[in-house]
């Protein structure tokens, strides 16, 4: 129980701002925000008390009402906050001027969810890949910064690049940013020769919300071994498993990183060579958590990022994943709704000889 204790006393603790001009819309911040804890979680931070304000018209200098800052600041120091994380992008001039009020860190959304991709950056090329995120999107920061960088000293929105790499000018960081571009651009060029060896077999590419159960997938068509974590972004690099369709068919199938609401544009370009899975696959199986209570939104929200990246009128297969988990209505009203998608359970097994048989009269309707 101590242990537990030191181990929560640890953790930052954060006060998170929501903000909306309409009242009729608080309740789709309240969703937001709720979304906003749990990548807070996964970064490694605890959630102290959630604040939304309605205002009809933003602050230029401190997006909210100075004296709704001003009271965020009491706040502050009653439950003894150590960071403030906004549900909306901020400019620098606001992150600097709310900072001079409250006398503690203040991050963005968009802040959030690099430092957590630097979290899980396991592998060279994803490594890179969120160093260039998280360098792109400082840079338009620096000004006026100097080479003052105390308010970068650790903690939930400063992991990636590294301290010392931080402390460079903004020239220096543009070189970063060109080598970083350059060794990206042999990965993919690399990864390309490989994807060319591999022609003779169809491509799926295996897509979806955050934490939807997209590894899961490819691990029960496949019977691999890849990670599967209860939190968001455990998978940032693209892995392809061969899949094998009796009577003697071969698939690849690509398990994908997963995304997002609001992901930012930054990020996805930079991702560009784990995406190219995405681009160059013949199907997309878009995976669903149906246990998500706003799972309609994540299917418009990965319809909206497979449009970005221009291949939304590629042919899908809707999966709705976590069955095992819903009542009977529940999965009767799925049925009605989606009557072309699949209804599984990646980890129980269920419907999955199914998604097989779809394959096979998909690819090999002659077999």
């Not at 549900?87 to 203040?106: F, H, K």
């Not at 060109?178 to 490989?194: H, V």
């Not at 899961?216 to 369709?245: E, G, P, Q, R, W």
Request: glycine residues 6%; positive net charge.
């Amino acid at each position: 129980m101590r242990v537990r204790e030191q181990n929560l006393k640890q953790k930052e603790r954060v006060l998170l701002i929501g903000i909306t001009r309409h009242r009729q819309k608080r309740w789709a911040v309240m969703e937001s925000l709720e979304e906003l804890a749990n990548l807070t979680k996964t970064a490694g931070g605890r959630v102290i008390e959630s604040f939304i304000q309605i205002k009809q018209r933003y602050n230029p200098s401190t997006l909210l009402g100075i004296g709704k800052v001003k009271d965020i600041k009491r706040i502050c120091q009653e439950l003894d906050i150590d960071l403030l994380i906004f549900d909306t992008d901020l400019s620098p001039a606001q992150i600097r001027n709310i900072e001079a009020i409250v006398g503690i860190r203040v991050i963005d959304r968009t802040a959030l969810i690099l430092d957590i991709f630097a979290k899980h950056a396991r592998t060279k090329e994803a490594r890179l890949q969120v160093e260039l995120a998280q360098l792109e999107y400082r840079l338009p920061r620096l000004i006026g910064l100097g080479l003052e960088y105390s308010r970068l000293g650790g903690g939930i929105g400063t992991r990636g690049p590294g301290e010392k790499k931080l402390e460079i000018d903004r020239r220096r960081i543009k070189q970063r940013i060109t080598t970083l571009k350059k060794a990206l651009k042999k990965i993919e060029k690399s990864k390309k020769i490989q994807r060319k060896a591999r022609q003779g077999f169809p491509k799926i590419a295996v897509v979806g919300y955050t934490n939807a159960g997209k590894s899961s997938l490819v691990n029960a068509l496949t019977h691999a071994h890849l990670l599967t974590a209860n939190y968001l972004f455990s998978t940032l690099d693209s892995n392809t498993k061969l899949l094998f369709i009796p009577p003697h068919h071969r698939l690849l199938i690509s398990d994908t990183v997963g995304f997002l609401k609001n992901l930012p544009h930054n990020l996805i370009a930079s991702f560009h060579a784990t995406l190219a899975e995405v681009i160059e696959s013949d199907l997309l199986m878009h995976i669903v958590d149906t246990t998500a209570q706003t799972f309609e939104q994540h299917i418009t929200t990965v319809n909206n990022v497979l449009e970005q990246i221009g291949v939304n009128e590629k042919p899908k297969l809707l999966i709705l994943n976590k069955i095992d988990r819903l009542f009977k209505e529940e999965k009767e009203r799925l049925k009605r709704k989606y009557p072309k998608a699949f209804l599984v359970s990646a980890t129980q097994g269920i419907g999955i000889d199914e998604v097989k048989l779809y394959l096979r009269d998909y690819f090999y309707p002659k077999s």
